[in-house]
């Protein structure tokens, strides 16, 4: 069974950084798309960023641009986000899911808090 464990959250200042990781285990294969999504309380769960398997194309939210960078580790079935300048506007749950052959699985989330 394929699960996805997301760590590397926490609480950080304002204007600091932290980096996310999220490990694949299990038998997976045939990867399309890997991505980051947050979730803040009472908010709609939307899309960080995103990374097409094996071209390594990325894709970023406008609100997080030029702060976040999405990679991954093909060897591993990991994918990092690494976030900088952080704003309290970026506190959240974190989640990271892959599009695969199955489906789209999704990890249980990183909560990542932004102090002022």
């Known amino acids: 069974q394929v699960r996805l464990v997301e760590s590397g959250g926490g609480l950080v200042q304002a204007g600091g950084s932290l980096r996310l990781s999220c490990a694949a285990s299990?038998?997976?294969?045939?990867?399309?798309?890997w991505g980051w999504y947050r979730q803040a309380p009472g908010k709609q769960r939307d899309l960080v960023a995103s990374i097409t398997n094996g071209d390594d194309r990325p894709n970023y939210a406008d609100s997080v641009n030029g702060r976040v960078t999405i990679s991954r580790d093909g060897a591993k079935n990991t994918v990092y986000l690494e976030m900088h300048s952080l704003k309290p506007e970026d506190t959240a749950v974190y989640y990271c899911?892959?599009?695969?052959?199955?489906?789209?699985?999704w990890g249980q989330g990183t909560q990542v808090t932004v102090s002022s």
């Open positions: 299990g038998i997976i294969f045939s990867i399309n798309k």
């Open positions: 899911n892959v599009d695969w052959l199955i489906g789209v699985y």
